[in-house]
Protein backbone atom coordinates (compact mmCIF):
# COMPACT_ATOMS: atom_id res chain seq x y z
CA UNK A 1 0.00 0.00 0.00
CA UNK A 2 1.44 3.39 -0.75
CA UNK A 3 0.99 6.51 0.89
CA UNK A 4 0.82 9.75 -0.58
CA UNK A 5 2.15 13.35 0.74
CA UNK A 6 1.59 16.72 -1.36
CA UNK A 7 3.78 19.75 -0.90
CA UNK A 8 4.34 22.81 -2.57
CA UNK A 9 1.42 24.76 -2.68
CA UNK A 10 0.93 28.28 -1.75
CA UNK A 11 0.35 32.26 -2.41
CA UNK A 12 0.64 33.03 -6.05
CA UNK A 13 0.04 36.12 -8.28
CA UNK A 14 -2.07 35.37 -11.21
CA UNK A 15 0.80 34.88 -14.60
CA UNK A 16 3.28 33.17 -12.20
CA UNK A 17 4.33 29.41 -11.88
CA UNK A 18 4.10 26.69 -8.95
CA UNK A 19 5.88 23.58 -8.59
CA UNK A 20 3.91 20.39 -6.63
CA UNK A 21 5.16 17.80 -5.07
CA UNK A 22 3.53 14.00 -4.33
CA UNK A 23 5.98 11.76 -2.58
CA UNK A 24 4.96 8.02 -2.52
CA UNK A 25 5.74 6.14 0.59
CA UNK A 26 6.56 2.12 1.28
CA UNK A 27 6.06 1.57 -2.31
CA UNK A 28 7.68 2.77 -5.49
CA UNK A 29 5.98 5.77 -7.87
CA UNK A 30 6.66 3.10 -11.02
CA UNK A 31 3.65 0.37 -9.28
CA UNK A 32 0.89 3.06 -9.95
CA UNK A 33 -0.57 5.37 -12.57
CA UNK A 34 -0.68 8.20 -10.94
CA UNK A 35 -3.11 11.66 -10.94
CA UNK A 36 -3.12 15.31 -10.11
CA UNK A 37 -6.70 16.36 -9.07
CA UNK A 38 -8.32 19.87 -7.65
CA UNK A 39 -11.43 20.41 -5.99
CA UNK A 40 -12.55 24.39 -5.16
CA UNK A 41 -14.82 25.37 -2.44
CA UNK A 42 -18.25 24.57 -3.40
CA UNK A 43 -17.17 22.29 -6.42
CA UNK A 44 -16.66 18.45 -7.47
CA UNK A 45 -13.12 17.30 -7.18
CA UNK A 46 -11.68 17.80 -11.24
CA UNK A 47 -9.33 16.08 -12.76
CA UNK A 48 -6.42 17.86 -13.52
CA UNK A 49 -3.47 15.08 -15.35
CA UNK A 50 -2.63 11.45 -15.11
CA UNK A 51 0.68 9.77 -16.08
CA UNK A 52 1.73 5.78 -16.53
CA UNK A 53 3.52 3.94 -14.56
CA UNK A 54 6.65 4.43 -16.71
CA UNK A 55 5.93 7.85 -17.28
CA UNK A 56 6.17 7.24 -20.74
CA UNK A 57 2.33 8.88 -21.43
CA UNK A 58 -0.12 11.42 -19.95
CA UNK A 59 -2.82 12.80 -20.61
CA UNK A 60 -4.23 17.01 -19.73
CA UNK A 61 -7.17 18.19 -19.02
CA UNK A 62 -7.90 21.22 -21.35
CA UNK A 63 -7.59 23.51 -18.48
CA UNK A 64 -3.95 22.99 -17.94
CA UNK A 65 -3.09 21.39 -21.19
CA UNK A 66 -0.46 23.41 -22.84
CA UNK A 67 0.81 25.29 -19.60
CA UNK A 68 1.35 22.45 -17.30
CA UNK A 69 3.98 19.21 -16.97
CA UNK A 70 3.35 16.42 -15.21
CA UNK A 71 6.55 14.14 -14.74
CA UNK A 72 7.75 11.15 -12.18
CA UNK A 73 11.45 11.68 -10.32
CA UNK A 74 12.32 8.31 -10.28
CA UNK A 75 15.33 8.60 -8.05
CA UNK A 76 13.25 10.61 -5.50
CA UNK A 77 10.11 8.35 -5.85
CA UNK A 78 8.28 11.48 -6.54
CA UNK A 79 5.28 12.74 -8.92
CA UNK A 80 5.95 16.58 -9.93
CA UNK A 81 3.74 18.46 -11.36
CA UNK A 82 4.23 22.79 -12.76
CA UNK A 83 2.08 24.87 -13.85
CA UNK A 84 2.63 27.74 -15.54
CA UNK A 85 0.62 31.47 -16.40
CA UNK A 86 -1.77 30.76 -13.06
CA UNK A 87 -5.17 32.22 -13.08
CA UNK A 88 -7.28 32.97 -10.48
CA UNK A 89 -9.64 29.64 -11.60
CA UNK A 90 -6.90 27.58 -10.95
CA UNK A 91 -7.52 28.48 -6.96
CA UNK A 92 -7.93 24.86 -5.19
CA UNK A 93 -7.09 22.21 -2.60
CA UNK A 94 -4.74 19.86 -5.16
CA UNK A 95 -4.57 16.35 -4.60
CA UNK A 96 -2.20 13.86 -5.76
CA UNK A 97 -3.90 10.25 -6.16
CA UNK A 98 -2.02 6.60 -7.47
CA UNK A 99 -3.87 3.03 -8.92
CA UNK A 100 -2.96 -0.48 -10.17
CA UNK A 101 -3.39 -0.85 -13.82
CA UNK A 102 -2.74 -0.58 -17.24
CA UNK A 103 -2.77 3.09 -19.15
CA UNK A 104 -3.63 3.96 -22.56
CA UNK A 105 -6.25 3.35 -25.64
CA UNK A 106 -8.30 5.24 -24.49
CA UNK A 107 -7.93 4.40 -20.61
CA UNK A 108 -6.41 7.72 -19.03
CA UNK A 109 -8.26 7.34 -15.21
CA UNK A 110 -10.04 10.37 -15.47
CA UNK A 111 -12.31 10.81 -12.50
CA UNK A 112 -11.61 10.18 -8.96
CA UNK A 113 -13.55 6.48 -9.15
CA UNK A 114 -11.04 5.38 -10.77
CA UNK A 115 -7.95 5.55 -8.01
CA UNK A 116 -7.38 3.82 -4.73
CA UNK A 117 -5.05 6.18 -2.51
CA UNK A 118 -4.90 9.48 -2.21
CA UNK A 119 -2.82 12.68 -0.46
CA UNK A 120 -4.20 14.77 1.47
CA UNK A 121 -3.94 17.62 -0.27
CA UNK A 122 -2.36 21.34 -0.71
CA UNK A 123 -3.69 24.47 -0.99
CA UNK A 124 -3.18 26.71 -4.58
CA UNK A 125 -4.16 30.05 -4.24
CA UNK A 126 -3.64 32.33 -7.44
CA UNK A 127 -4.63 35.93 -6.32
CA UNK A 128 -5.67 38.35 -9.27
Known amino acids: QVQLVESGGGLVQAGGSLRLSCVAF????????MGWFRQAPGKEREFVVS????????YYADSVKGRSTISKDRARNTLVLEINSLKPDDTAVYYCAAVRGGYGNGNYYITPGDYTYWGQGTQVTVSS
Open 51 to 58: ISRTGDMT
Open 26 to 33: ERPSTDYV
